[in-house]
């Protein structure tokens, strides 16, 4: 019998062997590549179809997500209620998402449910109509919902801060004013929808406990689509960085707050450095033990939370540390992290500091890893972002590998305020 009065040995997380399920493999008819994670103990599933239609391949802003959102918002046999109604009678969930180069439809529904539900979502890929009345709702919700948040500053830092680093005309950079929502026309979406989801390259991936069926079901309902008929062409946009490296921008001038953005270019994901530069980013403001919450919140009290990030775009990526704080206190925020940068590039981490880090990213990493849905998500980013299965093995034993001295290395070339750009907004 176990002998509850001992205590069990504790155990480091960077001393557990992590190993990424594979998934399964598999094309349909029409040579659309379906990667599926077959596990889990409840009658549950998800499918993604993700479409290179995002806002990389719109020819005019707001043209991809205004076409995602409007996906299921009417075809020619059903209203936007009676979609909403239908996937509402089985149970299910089904939502699209538009970032900088994808755009996705997800469903999530109960196994049993599947061969219910997928011939809706044929019908979306092929005869979604964007009724002029819903693109209208749409207009109006959506300046609604700019105005209410261009009068917040961290609103205007968020999107003001990628405009510095990539230029206000590349995806990464660009952001909506009002008149660009009265710009759209309902003829612009649909060619938009014909050539990038009805004609478009889709990647599927599902994960859950799948019906026997599977395969067949997918092949009937999607196999003979007419998606990746021709190569998908992945157009060029120029960063052209903004030659200000500070600035500092008044928004409301009765407030109490302003809002701090810190940021600058750094390795893409799929460049072996950025793994090294995640576990300094951890180190340096990633977690609620970081140094900038340790030094700026818990020592300082200048704000409730500050944390850094590395921006996981495909073509082009940044650090940036990012934080709102009293309008008194904004230029001593500003001052503090660039002493933490400092004390980065001239000492090394302590031992017992740098193995909470590692412990931390493992254990974070053991968490994401836990269920088929996290799995099949941790793989779709690989992919998308072409990488593999090694890429993976590779940032597992960067974490557990990686010194002090490497770290000081990764300060002293990527956390220099020089390099930074310096945005506050207030």
């Known amino acids: ?70 996906l299921k918002n009417g075809t020619s046999s059903k209203s936007a209620y009676e979609i909403n109604e239908f996937v509402d009678f089985y149970g299910a969930y089904l939502n699209r998402s538009c970032y900088n180069e994808t755009a996705v439809v997800s469903l999530h529904c109960l196994s049993k449910q599947l061969a219910h539900i997928l011939p809706l979502v044929q019908e979306l890929f092929l005869d979604a109509i964007m009724p002029e009345e819903e693109l209208m709702i749409y207009k109006q919700n959506m300046k609604q919902r700019l105005a209410v948040n261009l009068k917040k500053c961290d609103f205007i830092a968020g999107r003001k801060i990628d405009a510095l680093l990539f230029g206000d005309k590349h995806p990464y950079g660009v952001y909506s004013e009002m008149n660009d929502y009265d710009a759209l026309t309902r003829e612009e979406l649909i060619q938009h929808y014909d050539s990038f989801y009805k004609n478009g390259h889709c990647t599927i991936f599902s994960a859950g406990i799948l019906p026997n069926d599977y395969r067949e079901l997918l092949n009937k309902y999607f196999g003979n689509l007419p998606f990746n008929k021709t190569v998908s062409k992945d157009l060029e946009h120029s960063i052209v960085p903004s030659p200000e490296k500070k600035l500092n921008i008044l928004n409301d001038p009765d407030g109490v707050q302003g ?81 933490e940068m400092e004390q980065l590039r001239l000492h090394e981490v302590g031992k017992d500091e740098l193995l909470l880090v590692k412990n931390y990213l493992i254990g974070t990493l053991l968490g994401d890893l836990d269920g088929p849905f996290h799995i099949i998500g941790r793989w779709k980013n690989l992919i998308l972002h072409g990488m593999t299965e090694d890429h993976f093995n590779y940032y597992i034993d960067t974490i557990k590998s990686i010194s002090s001295k490497e770290l000081k290395q990764l300060a002293e070339e990527y956390l220099n305020p020089s390099d930074y750009y310096e945005l506050v907004v207030v």
């Open 1 to 70: 019998m176990l002998n509850r009065s001992i205590a069990p040995d504790i155990k480091d997380a960077v001393a557990y062997q992590i190993a990424l399920k594979k998934p399964e493999l598999f094309q349909l008819d029409n040579g659309v590549t379906v990667y599926n994670v077959q596990a889990g103990t409840e009658e549950v599933v998800q499918i993604e179809w993700v479409f290179k239609a995002g806002n990389w391949f719109e020819q005019k802003k707001l043209i991809a997500s205004a076409s995602n959102f409007l």
């Open 259 to 339: 809002a701090i953005r810190i940021a600058r270019p750094c390795p893409i994901p799929s460049d072996p450095v950025f793994q090294k530069l995640q576990v300094l980013n951890v180190l340096f403001g990633g977690f609620f033990g970081s140094r900038l919450m340790t030094n700026i919140r818990e020592d300082k009290g200048y704000t409730y939370g500050i944390y850094s990030y590395l921006m996981n775009h495909i073509h082009a990526s940044a650090i940036l540390i990012s934080t709102e704080a009293g309008r008194d206190v904004c230029e001593a925020t500003v001052k503090e992290v660039y002493h």
